[in-house]
């Protein structure tokens, strides 16, 4: 364990964040050590000498009550440069950096294979007073436990690196909840040849009585008028806190957080409600709730119900995102959190933030779907559990995806766009599109993680691949009834499948880039 004391400096202050390199000692393909940063800091206050009690107010649905936390209602109006204890961890594909003091959360996940944040990266610490005791940022990773906006969200936690085996590295963050005395541990871990981030968790009730409890990991992302949303397939409804209201989904057609997204659907976006920045292109409907840019007032959802373990959001400006995977029997919580793309929203996103912009909040829970739910750890009992993220690009928003691979299907017209994006080298797989029990075209290439191939384009009704760096997606020409389509990938070996089953209405066009792959042998 250790520690460092952050200090101010009297230089001009650096206006973005700017990582260090990796230091030239460490060796293997999995990396992790401890630097700090320096980050333009807006510095709360003194807390308040008098303890504060609150035990009537209500917070996030819940107890208010904040001793024997100190209390802070003031933040500094200017920043200073400050020096930030930092952990960095990366592999070949995915870096990350980690406060200590600011409750261990992850304050940046970088796709290093194409530039993108696929976290929401804060090049400022600017706090506003949301937190259970005051100060609370937005952006990168927050683990939201024993309750919302977790209550030791801008205190420090103790941390480790612990070295393993098969090469793989765990930076684990600990510390005992200041309110009921629970150890908290979440462990950021980077596997070798794996662009997963893997989130080892471990609640322990270190008390004789029977503690109540929620873990959210909240996830933020930049966002602007091509920013979506995406959850699985067979979501077909969503709720607000305390499922006080449901709607349909992805389009609503009703009434929901007071907006009326069923007259828009018929009618338009009123003026009143038209957004001054971020304004949508007319390529999505106005009622369609997976849109940043069509939200204009604060607003949460959450899933009522899924069989599947995935969900994430799509930059279609970046041609990128991410995807979050956690087994949906321990993990059903699937979320976003909006200040609104509107005039209130603009005034929070200058309150959080100096020129970062706009975000949403992907939330992923555990132990239930709903906020604010609270589950049970008996005396003595631990609790412990995984969550995956990975960064997608080049195939939009996905129908399907696990820990190996992300898979969309978008159509356009009579040609259908089959995205398959992998986290690691998977080797030669089989792409077969159907229709019903009827296979429409079978195409065989390899997929290897970073693996970059242009080749000529080619007749047949194969007119297009999508490369990214990380894997590829594939698009086949193909004619089908409004029945839609399934497309399957496996590997040869058939150790790993994905499936979509999707409708024709639901589907998207993305870009794609001309490419070859060579037919599907039957025989595989």
Not at 23 to 51: C, F, M
Not at 221 to 236: A, G, I, L, N
């Amino acid at each position: 364990m250790s520690t460092m004391t952050p200090h101010l400096k009297a230089a001009q202050p650096q206006k973005f964040l700017r990582l260090p390199d990796a230091p030239a000692h460490l060796q293997g393909s999995v990396k992790a050590w401890r630097e700090p940063v320096e980050i333009l800091t807006y510095e709360p206050a003194a807390a308040d000498k008098n303890p504060m009690f609150l035990e009537k107010r209500v917070y996030q649905g819940s107890s208010g009550r904040v001793y024997p936390l100190p209390f802070i209602d003031r933040i500094a109006t200017e920043p200073q440069s400050k020096l930030w204890q930092a952990i960095h961890i990366e592999n070949e594909y995915v870096r990350l950096m980690i406060l200590p003091e600011l409750g261990g959360r992850i304050h940046i996940g970088y796709d290093k294979t194409t530039g993108y944040d696929f976290f929401y990266r804060q090049n400022v610490i600017k706090p506003a007073l949301v937190g259970l005791a005051g100060p609370w940022i937005s952006g990168g990773v927050e683990f939201n436990w024993p309750q919302h906006h977790r209550p030791a969200t801008y205190m420090p936690v103790e941390t480790e690196i612990e070295q393993h085996e098969d090469g793989s590295i765990t930076v684990w963050c600990s510390d005992h909840d200041p309110m009921l005395r629970m150890k908290g541990m979440h462990g950021v871990c980077l596997r070798p040849d794996r662009a997963v981030l893997e989130l080892k968790v471990r609640l322990f009730n270190r008390t004789p009585y029977t503690q109540t409890f929620l873990w959210w990991a909240n996830v933020a992302t930049r966002v602007h008028e091509k920013y979506q949303s995406f959850f699985p397939t067979d979501v077909r409804f969503v709720a607000d806190h305390a499922k006080r209201a449901v709607t349909t989904f992805p389009q609503c057609n009703g009434i929901y957080y007071g907006v009326n997204y069923g007259e828009r659907a018929i009618s338009g976006v009123p003026s009143e409600e038209a957004p001054a920045a971020f304004v949508p292109d007319g390529s999505y409907p106005a009622n369609d709730l997976s849109w940043y840019a069509n939200i204009p007032v604060p607003t949460s959802y959450m899933i009522t119900r899924s069989e599947a373990d995935f969900f994430g959001g799509y930059d279609y400006k970046a041609n990128c995102g991410v995807v979050h995977v956690a087994n949906h029997h321990i993990a059903p919580g699937k979320k976003q959190w909006t200040w609104g793309n509107h005039e209130f929203g603009y005034a929070w996103d200058r309150s959080l933030t100096d020129d970062d912009g706009p975000y949403i909040e992907l939330m992923a829970g555990v132990y239930t779907d709903n906020q604010p739910d609270f589950s049970y750890l008996a005396p003595w009992e631990t609790k412990t559990f995984t969550q995956n993220w990975f960064p997608i690009h080049g195939v939009g928003a996905a129908q399907v995806a696990n820990l190996d691979a992300a898979l969309s299907v978008r159509a356009d017209g009579a040609v259908a766009l089959v995205g398959l994006y992998v986290t690691h080298t998977v080797g030669e797989v089989s792409v077969t599109l159907r229709s019903g029990s009827t296979e429409l075209d079978c195409r065989r290439t390899t997929v290897d993680v970073a693996h970059l191939r242009r080749n000529s384009e080619v007749p047949d009704r194969v007119t297009a691949l999508c490369r990214s760096s990380i894997a590829e997606a594939y698009a086949h020409r193909i004619r089908y009834g409004q029945s839609g389509c399934d497309a399957v990938a496996r590997r040869r070996c058939g150790t790993a499948s994905a499936l979509a089953d999707l409708q024709h209405r639901r589907a998207l066009p993305y870009r794609s880039s001309s490419a070859s792959v060579p037919p599907c042998d039957p025989a595989s």
